[in-house]
């Protein structure tokens, strides 16, 4: 699934990182009744600069479109700003649907992230504070 195939992600790499956030109680999924697999996953990594930080949101392509990466995201917000302050989000630059979604939801620029996840690749690092939580 893009972005991370385009990233260069292999599914074993994303599967270990997936179990590691599952063993540490981080992951959320969307289902629905009698689904076989879940619709969205997301990975939610506590206490990073005085917040939380999405580390991964994916939404099935099949069912982009629906609400689901919205509800992900509330449920985040709603675990974070009980107990933090911020919570952060990043995108690859050249993710326009993706930021455009963290921007409907809020969350505003806070800074560029050169080859952070791999060289020549640039992310933008957003934050929406329990103060703008909509």
């Given at each position: 699934?893009?972005?991370?195939?385009?990233?260069?992600?292999?599914?074993?790499?994303?599967s270990?990182?997936?179990?590691?956030a599952?063993?540490?109680?981080q992951?959320?999924?969307?289902?629905?009744p009698g689904?076989?697999?879940p619709?969205?996953?997301?990975?939610?990594q506590?206490?990073?600069?005085l917040?939380d930080?999405?580390?991964?949101?994916?939404?099935r392509?099949?069912?982009?479109?629906?609400?689901?990466?919205?509800?992900?995201m509330?449920h985040?917000?709603?675990?974070?700003?009980?107990?933090?302050?911020?919570?952060?989000?990043?995108?690859?630059a050249?993710?326009?649907?993706a930021?455009r979604f963290?921007?409907?939801?809020?969350?505003?620029?806070v800074?560029?992230?050169?080859?952070?996840?791999?060289?020549?690749?640039?992310?933008?690092?957003?934050?929406k504070?329990?103060?703008?939580?909509?």
């Amino acid at each position: 699934m893009e972005p991370w195939m385009g990233l260069g992600y292999s599914d074993k790499a994303l599967s270990a990182f997936l179990r590691r956030a599952a063993a540490d109680r981080q992951v959320l999924f969307a289902s629905a009744p009698g689904a076989r697999r879940p619709l969205g996953v997301l990975v939610l990594q506590p206490g990073v600069l005085l917040g939380d930080f999405v580390a991964l949101l994916a939404v099935r392509p099949d069912v982009a479109r629906h609400g689901i990466g919205r509800v992900l995201m509330e449920h985040a917000e709603s675990q974070t700003f009980g107990v933090r302050r911020w919570l952060f989000v990043s995108a690859d630059a050249g993710n326009d649907g993706a930021l455009r979604f963290y921007r409907k939801l809020g969350f505003v620029r806070v800074g560029r992230l050169p080859d952070l996840v791999r060289d020549g690749h640039t992310e933008i690092l957003l934050r929406k504070g329990k103060s703008t939580r909509g």
